[in-house]
């Protein structure tokens, strides 16, 4: 007789047959599947019926999808402003091309013996990787620049066995909240004030929360806001003096016309992918780096896979492969020091193709376009009465913060006013940065035109 707490079989759901369910259930020793929650308080249990729809057929399934979709609006359809961490970049067709191909698609997973041609690929994109930040190990993509982040701050904390790290208060509120999540309870964030006029790092208020238990300085360059952090140097010694370490994030596409992290001392670099090639996807097409020297103590730490080169038993021959594969929790299992899966390799391999295709003038090429078209926009908008287009007197790269205070309109009216004319107008930060009253994060790449910024300025001064 079938349990009954089996219920039935599900169309796409594997091993959902009850007879099948039935035998999992007997192997493992156990009744009924409410036997497997357990432990489980039963406050944190949700004794309701779920709003799931009835199981549709192949047919409907897709037409009920399809309208739910073509609820999106995608930036071929609108002009959009917006950035925060994924943004709007030109993609070349030969990155899709590749990614796509069979290959690649269906050996996400694979080893080199069924897989020839993967680990080849992970070690193209390390090694370019490596050039564009200046460092000599890259790591196999983590699931985000969040997660790079956290995972860099925790090697970090492994290295000196230090429980602490400061973190500027301009960060990305969704970036922070993933590496406090990481970071607990183990390692404490402690969060350094950030100057009214510059946006820059308090260097005193760093010098009076750094001590002897601090693990790292985490900071970013440019910043969540925008601006360029031109104290990285300071910021740096100041970790030295402590015998800390110094974590710098950074948007990769920066540095076409910006120094790497190293050159003003970074010890480990980690970054996001996206804009290398990936599409934004609705902010799904996320993949984050980590970089380091190599230098055993850094790359013992790495819970990830690297790749490398080395010879074959034939003379003359080379084979790619696994980088100190002890280490990684694919090998350590439950000891593992994080727990990684096969994270984001495809858009690694991505970000390589996109590298290579662009090479090193075609970086400089796009920070350059990136940088002179955000200035045209923040010039532009500055005509505009009440706006201050950039709250912080410092360079930015690609995003700005936008002051809307001497208005009298909220960034949520104005907004609300753009959305009507089709664009997307900047991230509201008057929640997370309250003390910066309205003000709003402007994002301008490579792919927005004169004629569209100018779109934005003119619909701006026609807020009412």
């Not at 069924?114 to 680990?119: I, V």
């Not at 009214?196 to 693990?215: C, P, V, Y």
């Not at 926009?377 to 505009?384: D, Q, R, Y």
Request: glycine residues 10%; aromatic residues 10%.
């Amino acid at each position: 007789m079938v349990n009954k707490s089996i219920g039935r079989a599900h169309p796409y759901i594997p091993n959902t047959v009850p007879e099948v369910k039935e035998e999992m259930l007997r192997i493992i020793g156990v009744d009924t599947i409410g036997e497997l929650f357990k432990g489980i308080p039963e406050d944190l249990q949700y004794k309701g019926k779920l709003n799931i729809p009835e199981v549709l057929d192949e047919f409907e399934l897709r037409k009920n999808v399809g309208k739910t979709i073509n609820k999106n609006v995608s930036t071929d359809e609108v002009i959009s402003f917006l950035g925060g961490g994924c943004w709007e970049h030109f993609i070349p067709a030969v990155c899709d091309e590749i990614n796509q191909r069979a290959e690649f698609v269906t050996a996400y997973a694979g080893d080199a013996y069924e897989d020839h041609g993967r680990y080849q690929a992970m070690f193209e994109y390390q090694s370019l990787m490596a050039e564009l930040v200046d460092m000599d190990v890259v790591n196999v993509p983590t699931f985000d620049w969040a997660q790079a982040a956290a995972t860099a701050i925790r090697m970090a904390s492994r290295i000196k066995d230090r429980y602490e790290v400061l973190i500027p208060k301009a960060i990305s509120p969704e970036r922070l909240k993933v590496i406090k999540n990481y970071c607990s309870p183990h390692i404490t964030c402690i969060m350094v004030d950030y100057c009214e006029k510059t946006g820059q790092l308090d260097l005193e208020d760093l010098k009076n929360k750094i001590s002897s238990n601090t693990a790292a300085i985490y900071f970013e360059n440019p910043s969540y806001l925008g601006f360029i952090e031109t104290a990285g140097e300071q910021i740096s010694e100041i970790a030295r003096e402590h015998e800390a370490i110094t974590i710098v994030g950074v948007d990769p596409s920066s540095l076409g016309v910006l120094e790497p992290p190293v050159r003003y001392g970074a010890d480990i670099v980690c970054g996001e992918l996206q804009p290398l090639g990936v599409h934004m996807s609705y902010g799904g097409g996320l993949s984050g780096f980590i970089a380091t020297k190599d230098k055993v103590e850094y790359v013992q730490e790495y819970p990830s896979r690297l790749f490398g080169l080395a010879p074959t038993v034939k003379e003359g021959e080379y084979g790619f492969g696994d980088v100190l594969y002890d280490r990684t929790s694919f090998a350590q299992r439950e000891n593992g020091k994080e727990s990684v899966g096969t994270q984001t390799s495809m858009w690694g391999l991505t970000a390589g193709v996109y590298l290579a295709l662009m090479g090193p003038k075609g970086m400089y090429e796009l920070g350059q376009t990136i940088m002179q078209r955000s200035q045209y926009a923040i010039k532009e908008l500055g005509k505009v009465e009440g706006i201050t287009a950039s709250r912080f007197g410092n360079v930015n790269f690609k995003e700005f913060v936008v002051d809307f205070n001497e208005t009298g309109k909220t960034v949520e009216e104005i907004n609300k006013q753009l959305r009507a004319k089709g664009i997307f107008g900047g991230i509201d930060l008057s929640k997370n940065f309250p003390e910066l009253g309205e003000c709003a994060l402007y994002c301008v790449t490579e792919v927005h035109t004169k004629e569209e910024i100018d779109t934005l300025v003119s619909s701006i001064r026609s807020c009412k």
